[in-house]
């Protein structure tokens, strides 16, 4: 089983109910590559993994079956689901229906400490790309598209486009893998530069095509396997 990540909260955080640590563990689990596409997992290893009990493991997993990051199989087998070519057009088509519109409302709006923050999300996400360090380039990537999607003041948008990442972001590790960090698509200093000059459509355009480099790579990883 993966090792226990130190970015997440603490099983015994008394800042969050334990059920919602454990869910939020399990969640960057997926959301990070520490669960693999295919890759079954038990309530068991679970627990191990993030030190935590029976019940609230359970119950994370229950909700991320309800959300489509996991899969429950008629032997109730559960693990993190594959992606098809099928699905990865579906993934793509429902992004570039949400994305590119919450970083337009995003720009509209945002101000010189929501860039700068952003920013400072990008400079440790270009270090983790030069670096070869996978787990910090899915972290930040993440990072930078949630800031995004989180400032747009469009919630249930919002909402939509995170759930999407739970189903493909396992994996962008694979993707990782085939093509290295260096050579992954990274349209984010055309966002910032059309962010700094207040330009609303410009910065849809850039989030758009760093979408269809990412999900284009994610197609010829599948196809190559």
């Known amino acids: 089983m993966p090792k226990k990540s130190s970015q997440t909260p603490s099983v015994s955080s008394p800042k969050i109910p334990t059920h919602q640590a454990v869910f939020i563990k399990l969640r960057e689990a997926i959301l990070f590559g520490d669960l693999k596409p295919g890759q079954a997992v038990t309530i068991q290893g679970l627990t191990?993994?993030?030190?935590?009990g029976v019940t609230p493991v359970?119950?994370?997993?229950?909700?991320?079956i309800s959300q489509g990051a996991l899969e429950m199989h008629d032997?109730?087998?559960?693990?993190?689901?594959?992606?098809?070519?099928?699905?990865?057009?579906e993934i793509e088509f429902m992004r570039l229906a949400l994305e590119p519109e919450l970083?337009?409302?995003?720009?509209?709006?945002?101000?010189?400490?929501?860039?700068?923050?952003?920013?400072?999300?990008?400079?440790?996400?270009?270090?983790a790309i030069k670096m070869g360090d996978v787990h910090n380039y899915l972290l930040y990537n993440h990072a930078f598209h949630l800031?995004?999607?989180?400032?747009?003041?469009?919630?249930?948008?919002?909402q939509a486009a995170d759930r999407l990442w739970l189903r493909f972001s396992p994996s962008l590790?694979?993707?990782?893998?085939?093509f290295g960090t260096q050579n992954l698509p990274d349209k984010h200093d055309e966002l910032l530069k059309a962010l700094d000059e207040g330009d609303v459509d410009a910065a849809g355009t850039a989030i758009a095509g760093d979408?269809?480099?990412?999900?284009?790579?994610m197609l010829q990883a599948l196809n190559n396997s």
Request: a positive charge.
């Open 48 to 52: 191990s993994m993030i030190g935590a």
């Open 58 to 64: 359970r119950e994370g997993l229950r909700r991320l």
């Open 75 to 89: 032997n109730r087998r559960i693990t993190v689901p594959e992606l098809t070519s099928d699905m990865i057009s």
């Open 103 to 127: 970083t337009k409302r995003f720009a509209a709006r945002a101000e010189v400490n929501h860039i700068e923050k952003l920013r400072q999300i990008d400079e440790r996400l270009n270090a």
């Open 147 to 158: 800031t995004i999607y989180n400032d747009a003041n469009a919630p249930i948008m919002s």
């Open 173 to 178: 590790r694979v993707v990782c893998g085939r």
């Open 211 to 217: 979408i269809r480099q990412g999900m284009d790579q």
